[in-house]
């Protein structure tokens, strides 16, 4: 299955200077089967240490910190070799032992040529604890998110459609029958969404009853997770608020509205806790009055992103023939707000954490919103979101007008097009918009 962060992986890899590597995700976007593949694709013979499944490991970083005394320890319980430049050591579910991760400042130090990588779904509650001594500058990091619909199209055998969509230009007209599959494309990723198993799934079985049970599965297995970073009182706000999340993705959080039993405090704390474990990205909103686009970022105003698209339509039991269908569906803006807001932090940088943003104005009689802005080429690119054909962007004018913006984006079903500063591209061409947006500039 094709992951774009093999890449990045490739370029750590080769370099003198590497340090070890942490990969850090939500659980069940792929992070171990990405490291296993990315060891036999480039010949590392791959030592793997899970120390949610082999605890046993973990007496040897509680003994010490020394790498070369760790090595040496390994490779008596594991019986397999540690070769410097030859070998990958993965320390899988690395958050069960946090002295491994305190450990990986010394595998730079005292065996900087070993490949140490470092994997864990919980890994930001271990590392944003007060009481943890983070390796700093001796410890690189990586982000993977669920499979981006680029990726998709890849793992589905659409590589010619990936070809060709790298090669269009803002000037071409994309033949309809293409655009339309493309859109039918676009909707079948809503329905499967983009964790591995279930894409996985999809291709193989083509069942989309199966895609269901797995979809349910894993959210099953997110509040199963609960326990494990909550105190009793914790988890049953953690699972009231996780149930609640599906019904206010893409919509302005206001805590009054969300829950009147809970106190704002108790879902400000789940909401962190849900974050930490990947399971939503929060999208502040900003005044867009320069870049960083985080220096202007008001705190308490802020939206919610799932996940992944599939995960959110399972969990508010959308069936898939829904979202095939070519009908409107009833909630059809914020399942596209989400994919949109899914497929913008998957072109963002992998080894910083995502962020993003949005505009809105409160001003009595003269309200706007804006759903997404984007920091590219040294320039805010205001998006707006528009489910079907709508072609009224009243607020995007208006933010391009009083911010002197030169350029505006709307991503909808509508074809590729651009007139009067508005770039016109639709939902199965996100994956291109930095490539498009350079040419423009």
Known sequence: M????MQDLVRWKDRS???PLLLRG?????????VE?????????????????QPEYAEFFEATLDAKRLVRSIELLSRKKLVPGQS???LDEIQECPRAIQALRYFKEQLPELHVIGAGSLLEFVLNDTNFRMPVGRVEFLYLKPLSFHEFLMAAGQTDYCDFLAEVQIQDTIPTTIHQ??????KRYWAVGGMPAVVNSFITEADWERCQALQAFLLQTYRDDFGKYATKTQHAHLQKVFAKLPGVVTKQFKYVDFDRELRAENIRHAL????????LTQIHATSAAGLPLSADAIEKKFKLLFLDVGLLNRACFIPPESLLMRQPLVNQGSVTE????????CLQATYEPSALYFWQRDTPGSQAEVDYLLAEQGLIIPIEVKSGHSRRLKSLHMLMAEKHLPLGVRISESPLAYHDALLSIPLYLIHELPRLLQRLN
């Open 2 to 5: 094709f992951r774009s962060l």
């Open 17 to 19: 200077d590497r340090s």
């Open 26 to 34: 939500a659980r069940q976007v792929g992070k171990s089967f990405l």
């Open 37 to 53: 593949q990315f060891a036999v694709a480039h010949s590392l013979q791959c030592v793997t240490i899970n120390f949610e499944h």
């Open 88 to 90: 990958l050591l993965f």
């Open 181 to 186: 599959d493309l859109l039918d494309w676009v």
């Open 272 to 279: 962190h806790m849900l974050g930490s474990a990947g399971l």
């Open 338 to 345: 989400q994919f949109v807001g899914q497929e913008l932090l």
